[in-house]
Nanobody, 124 residues
Framework: QVQLVESGGGLVQAGDSLRLACATS????????MGWFRQAPGKERDFVAA????????DYTDSVKGRFIISRDNDKNMVYLQMNNLKPEDSAVYYC?????????????????WGQGTQVTDSS
């Protein structure tokens, strides 16, 4: 079992930047593809960004392209989501997720391990 703990959420205004972090433990971090998802009240948990094991590949949902950047540091067992130019529609609970194997994965059902989430609220 892999344990994931998100941090970095908070209350922001439109146009602000925020960096989320996900700390992992339990297995070799470099053997897992990682993703970020978000869930707003009354909505499904939707894909945001994904990154492959060695950072060779990344992918983003259209609404965050050019604003968000996913990255990872395998030496520190960390994955990050840099969020720039935040908008009210970005408000959600953000979750990191892990899946063993190569490639990038865009669907929530493909991930085996999840953190408990961190709240990002745009109060504008």
């Amino acid at each position: 079992q892999v344990q994931l703990v998100e941090s970095g959420g908070g209350l922001v205004q439109a146009g602000d930047s925020l960096r989320l972090a996900c700390a992992t433990s339990g297995r070799s971090f470099s053997s897992f593809a990682m993703g970020w998802f978000r869930q707003a009240p009354g909505k499904e948990r939707d894909f945001v960004a994904a990154i492959s094991r060695m950072s060779i590949s990344t992918d983003y949902t259209d609404s965050v392209k050019g604003r968000f950047i996913i990255s990872r540091d395998n030496d520190k067992n960390m994955v990050y989501l840099q969020m720039n130019n935040l908008k009210p529609e970005d408000s959600a609970v953000y979750y990191c997720a892990a899946r063993s194997g190569g490639g990038v994965f865009l669907h929530r059902d493909l991930y085996s391990y999840w953190g408990q989430g961190t709240q990002v609220t745009d109060s504008s």
